[in-house]
Protein backbone atom coordinates (compact mmCIF):
# COMPACT_ATOMS: atom_id res chain seq x y z
CA UNK A 1 0.00 0.00 0.00
CA UNK A 2 3.06 2.07 0.45
CA UNK A 3 3.54 4.76 -2.29
CA UNK A 4 0.41 3.48 -4.05
CA UNK A 5 -1.08 6.56 -3.38
CA UNK A 6 -4.62 5.14 -1.81
CA UNK A 7 -3.61 4.91 1.54
CA UNK A 8 -3.58 8.09 3.88
CA UNK A 9 -1.94 8.79 6.98
CA UNK A 10 -2.66 11.03 10.07
CA UNK A 11 -2.28 11.10 13.77
CA UNK A 12 -5.38 12.04 15.83
CA UNK A 13 -7.29 10.93 18.74
CA UNK A 14 -10.74 10.29 16.76
CA UNK A 15 -11.50 10.59 12.38
CA UNK A 16 -15.03 11.10 11.48
CA UNK A 17 -15.01 9.12 8.15
CA UNK A 18 -17.90 9.92 5.34
CA UNK A 19 -18.49 8.49 2.03
CA UNK A 20 -21.19 9.01 -0.67
CA UNK A 21 -22.00 5.11 -0.68
CA UNK A 22 -21.52 3.00 2.53
CA UNK A 23 -17.85 1.18 2.13
CA UNK A 24 -16.55 -1.16 4.15
CA UNK A 25 -13.55 -0.09 7.15
CA UNK A 26 -10.42 -2.76 7.06
CA UNK A 27 -9.19 -2.97 10.53
CA UNK A 28 -5.52 -4.46 10.15
CA UNK A 29 -6.97 -7.07 7.64
CA UNK A 30 -10.30 -7.75 8.82
CA UNK A 31 -13.54 -5.98 8.06
CA UNK A 32 -14.57 -4.24 11.57
CA UNK A 33 -17.14 -1.96 10.26
CA UNK A 34 -18.62 0.88 7.75
CA UNK A 35 -19.19 3.86 6.53
CA UNK A 36 -19.92 6.41 8.09
CA UNK A 37 -18.11 5.89 11.05
CA UNK A 38 -16.78 7.44 14.15
CA UNK A 39 -13.32 6.02 15.45
CA UNK A 40 -11.72 6.92 18.70
CA UNK A 41 -8.51 6.35 20.23
CA UNK A 42 -9.12 4.72 23.80
CA UNK A 43 -5.74 5.35 26.30
CA UNK A 44 -4.55 2.35 27.79
CA UNK A 45 -7.21 0.31 26.26
CA UNK A 46 -4.91 -2.17 25.09
CA UNK A 47 -1.62 -3.70 27.11
CA UNK A 48 1.50 -4.53 24.77
CA UNK A 49 3.73 -6.98 25.84
CA UNK A 50 7.40 -6.72 24.73
CA UNK A 51 10.44 -9.59 25.18
CA UNK A 52 12.88 -7.56 27.62
CA UNK A 53 15.50 -8.82 25.09
CA UNK A 54 13.84 -6.95 22.47
CA UNK A 55 13.96 -3.81 24.48
CA UNK A 56 17.39 -4.85 25.90
CA UNK A 57 18.99 -5.49 22.08
CA UNK A 58 18.38 -3.54 18.98
CA UNK A 59 14.76 -3.01 18.73
CA UNK A 60 15.66 -0.29 22.29
CA UNK A 61 15.24 2.50 19.64
CA UNK A 62 12.33 1.23 17.57
CA UNK A 63 10.40 0.62 20.76
CA UNK A 64 11.26 4.32 21.61
CA UNK A 65 9.24 5.53 18.80
Do not use: M, Q, Y
Not at 28 to 37: F, H, S
Request: glycine share 10%; proline share 6%; aromatic share 4%.
Amino acid sequence: HEGGGRVRHWRCREIEIHTATSLPINTDGEVTTRTPAIIRVVPKAIAVHVPEAFLAGAGEADAAG
